[in-house]
């Protein structure tokens, strides 16, 4: 079966450090890998996504390369801000870029930045 | 802006009793929504697929009868947990395609059943 496995949180940066969130998964096919924001009260929202081997997703700063060799898709940050303070979730989708098609998530990884 | 909503964000009810919670799309037709369960720190469960004008697909292991789905026009899906008991208390999320590239998500609703 499809399985996302992402680092377990919180975690607590200082403003303007360098952030990584670890997703590793397991597909049954050719997985489209994203990664989803959560803000607090807020819905979750596209960060970026990425559908075959060596893409890069970016938007808002942050970067993730689909590694097909490692089955990961790690979110990368250089400078963190306060209002980067949410819950991310890696998630992968099989069969399609994800617009009609069933998501499988990690458990989320609260992000927490202080200044 | 939100282009996905739910009702209410958060419903306290008593055991044995029935609860709706509303997914409504904004500014689009939605002719299939998805239906998530989010326990605390583990990751948002897919429950079922809603389709407007048909029978909503349920994930193995879920409850068809505990958990109604009904899709009752293009910008509105439904999902009524019948018969609450203190264990269906949780945090439920919809959402639905736009076009082909992504989903859009409700803000979620936080059931505590009593």
């Known amino acids: 079966g499809n399985s996302v496995t992402q680092m377990e949180g919180p975690v607590t940066l200082s403003e303007e450090a360098f952030l990584t969130i670890n997703c590793t998964y397991t597909?049954?096919?050719?997985?489209?890998l994203f990664w989803y924001v959560q803000y607090p009260g807020e819905g979750l929202q596209l960060l970026l996504k990425?559908?075959?081997?060596?893409d890069k997703g970016s938007n808002k700063g942050f970067e993730a390369t689909y590694r097909k060799e490692t089955t990961s898709f790690h979110l990368e940050k250089g400078s963190v801000q306060v209002s980067d303070s949410a819950v991310y979730f890696c998630a992968l989708s099989v069969g399609g870029t994800g617009g009609g098609n069933k998501l499988t998530f990690g458990t989320g990884t609260q992000l927490k930045v202080e200044l | 802006g939100a282009v996905v909503s739910q009702h209410p964000s958060r419903v306290i009810c008593k055991s044995g009793t029935s609860v709706k919670i509303e997914c409504r799309s904004l500014d689009f037709q939605a002719t299939t929504m998805f239906w998530y369960r989010q326990f605390p720190k583990k990751s948002l469960m897919l429950m079922a697929t809603s389709n407007e004008g048909s029978k909503a697909t349920y994930e193995q292991g879920v409850e068809k009868d505990k958990f109604l789905i009904n899709h009752a026009s293009l910008t509105l899906s439904t999902l009524t947990v019948t018969s609450a008991h203190p264990e269906d208390s949780s945090f439920y999320i919809c959402s639905s395609p736009r076009g082909t590239d992504t989903q859009y998500f409700g803000p979620g609703t936080r059931l505590t059943v009593l």
């Open positions: 990425a559908t075959k081997a060596d």
């Open positions: 597909a049954t096919g050719y997985p489209s």
